[in-house]
C-alpha cells in the first residue's frame, strides 16, 4: 500500500506513503532488534556463563532505536553517494551497496553494543556474530515465502508448481 502511495503522481500523497512505511517498517525493525539483541546476550551467556548482562526490555529498545537510526542515516548517505556515481543505473550498485551497508552496519552495531552495555568489544562482537546467526535464517525463510507467495499470486499455484519441479 505505501509503494502505490509512493508511486502517485501526487507529490504529497508520495511523501506521506514513504513516511507512513518508514515509520512502520522502522518500529517493526527496531522491535525484531530489541528481541534479537535480548537473544543473542541470553544465547551468549549459556554458551559462555556470565559474559554480558541480558539488557532489559527498554534498554535493549533503546539500543535497537540507536542502531537503526544510525544505518538509516548512513545507508542513506552511502546510497546516495553510490547513487550519484552510478548516475543511475540501480542494477549497478545494488549488490555491492547492500554489502557494504552490512559490514559497516555490523562494525557499527558491534561498537554500539559495547558502548550501551556494561561489555568489551569482543563480547560485543560475539554477540553481533549471535544477532547475525538468528537474523539471517529468519530472513532466508521469509524471503521465501515472499517469492512462493509473489510466484502464487503471479502464475496461479498450479502453474507455479509445475515451474518448480521443471
Known amino acids: ?10 507529490t504529497q500523497a508520495a511523501l506521506v506513503g514513504v513516511l507512513l512505511g518508514f515509520l512502520i517498517l522502522g518500529s517493526i525493525r ?11 546476550c541470553g544465547l551468549l551467556n549459556r ?4 559474559s554480558v548482562p541480558e539488557p ?3 534498554s535493549a529498545f533503546g539500543i535497537a532505536l540507536v542502531r537503526f537510526l544510525l544505518n538509516v ?17 540501480p542494477q549497478q550498485l545494488m549488490v555491492g551497496l547492500f554489502l557494504i551497508l552490512a559490514a559497516i552496519g555490523f562494525m557499527i552495531g558491534t ?8 561489555t568489551n568489544t569482543r563480547r560485543a562482537l560475539l554477540v553481533a556474530l549471535l544477532e547475525m546467526a538468528i537474523v539471517v535464517p529468519i530472513a532466508i525463510i521469509l524471503m521465501l515465502i ?16 509445475d515451474r518448480l519441479v521443471m
Request: hydrophobic share 55%.
Open 1 to 10: 500500500m505505501f509503494m502505490i502511495l509512493a508511486q502517485t503522481a501526487d
Open 30 to 40: 527496531v522491535l525484531l532488534g530489541t528481541f534479537t539483541l535480548r537473544a543473542a
Open 47 to 50: 554458551i559462555s556463563p556470565n
Open 56 to 58: 532489559k526490555f527498554g
Open 73 to 89: 542515516a548512513l545507508g542513506f548517505g552511502i546510497g546516495l553517494a553510490r547513487g550519484i556515481q552510478a548516475e543511475g543505473e
Open 111 to 118: 561498537a554500539i553494543i559495547s558502548r550501551m552495555l556494561p
Open 146 to 161: 515472499y517469492f512462493a507467495a509473489s510466484a502464487i499470486a503471479t502464475h496461479g499455484f498450479y502453474e507455479s508448481l
